[in-house]
């Protein structure tokens, strides 16, 4: 077998619905070409090494997907076969760990629990069988990690080089009440015309994700900064020097931007709270101004900038009535305090976004777990768009 971190393979980067658009940008904006997008991945060429970098500095990706073989497989069995012909030993310690996730649709299988040990007796097996021993496993992912997609009667397994999901960066250690994943806020700021100088107000902010990740955008901080333990380190060829220039590269791109306002708000004393210590751990609280008030008191600096909003969507019937009139205020304090700025709303809930009063420029499509989402956009214009009208000649 030839060293995976200098081979080039199919990469597979995974990311939910609706982030794709995003996540090739980033791609791109590394230097990679990708070789195709779908509906929730790019597909590109590259090494193990390649995939280090990737983890690091990709927002709005899940996983980072390196291909070791493609087989035909019409069941369990054939899955077992050719995985056991895989040289294991030469990728992982006797005295290793490592975990087995997968994405079966075959007609044999109705539990991919099944897949995943099958997979796992391969490698166990493959492995005592050469080295007379056997690296443990278990379905935490803090060893190496392994994926089998399987679709119909072709499989293909993969290093899974990042382990844990790429969508939490990392810094978040006091989650707050009702969180943004923080993949998905990114994928958002990004999805705004915000341009990275201008002032960035964030009320009703809760936990802050979307104000902490607007501030590490702006300055160019990556998730690799907060995160110390990937699968891709549990791998046998596994260059850590390669890995400390990376993160030394991401440490000195950090820019600083003069004169950057980023301002997030919550009426909850705990809100802000949570929010100062997320943002301190993700380096950028002193970026951030923080207030405890209602959104209506929100600072607003001159125009131009960014506010955004992400107020709650409800699900019980006695909350649909109250916010029915907090999206009617947020309407009217855009229109009236905002003047000059790019609004957006991002909301699950586009009967409630109904009452806040405005016509959409756009609506950009998301999910935040199966609820499906949009990002709603205001051009907040300072008086009437309208040309004044002309007194009639007398």
């Known amino acids: 077998m030839s060293n995976i971190f200098k081979t080039p393979s199919r990469i597979i980067v995974t990311c939910s619905k609706r982030h794709t658009t995003y996540l090739e940008q980033e791609i791109i904006e590394l230097g990679y070409t990708p070789v195709r997008t779908f509906v929730t991945g790019v597909e590109l060429l590259g090494t193990v090494n390649d995939c280090i970098v990737l983890n690091l500095n990709l927002r709005c990706c899940s996983q980072v997907l390196y291909s070791l073989k493609e087989f035909p497989a019409n069941g369990p069995d054939q899955v077992y076969d050719n995985l056991i012909q895989y040289p294991w030993e030469e990728l992982l310690k006797p005295d290793g760990y490592f975990s087995i996730t997968s994405n079966a649709d075959h007609f044999t299988i109705n539990n991919e629990l099944f897949v995943n040990v099958k997979v796992k007796d391969a490698i166990a097996d493959r492995m005592r069988r050469e080295t007379s021993r056997r690296p443990d496993s278990g379905s935490v992912k803090e060893g190496a990690v392994f994926h089998l997609y399987w679709k119909e009667e072709q499989a293909e397994i993969f290093l899974d080089t990042s382990g844990e999901t790429l969508a939490k960066h990392g810094y978040r250690k006091i989650p707050g009440k009702a969180p943004m994943m923080e993949s998905l806020a990114a994928a958002t700021v990004l999805a705004t015309k915000w341009d990275r100088t201008s002032p960035f107000v964030n009320p009703m902010c809760g936990s802050a994700t979307v104000a902490i990740e607007a501030a590490l955008i702006a300055t160019n901080r990556r998730p690799g900064l907060f995160r110390k333990n990937y699968s891709f380190m549990h791998v046998t060829g596994y260059d850590v020097s390669f890995y400390n220039e990376q993160v030394e590269k991401l440490n000195a791109q950090i820019k600083e931007v003069v004169g950057l306002k980023i301002i997030a708000t919550d009426i909850s004393d705990d809100a802000i709270m949570i929010s100062k210590v997320n ?30 909003f992400n107020p709650e969507y409800g699900e019980r019937l006695g909350e649909i009535s109250e916010l029915e009139t907090t999206y009617a205020r947020i309407g009217d304090f855009m229109k009236k305090k905002c003047q000059g700025y790019l609004g957006y709303i991002f909301t699950g809930n586009l009967d409630l976004a109904k009452k806040i009063g405005l016509k959409a420029s756009r609506r950009i499509e998301f999910y935040t777990g199966k609820i499906d989402c949009r990002l709603l956009e205001y051009e907040l214009y300072g008086g009437s768009k309208r040309p004044p009208k002309q007194n009639p000649e007398n």
């Open 279 to 308: 943002a301190g751990l993700a380096g950028v609280e002193h970026l951030i101004e923080f207030g405890i008030c209602d959104f209506e008191q929100t600072t607003i600096p001159e125009a131009p900038g960014v506010i955004y």
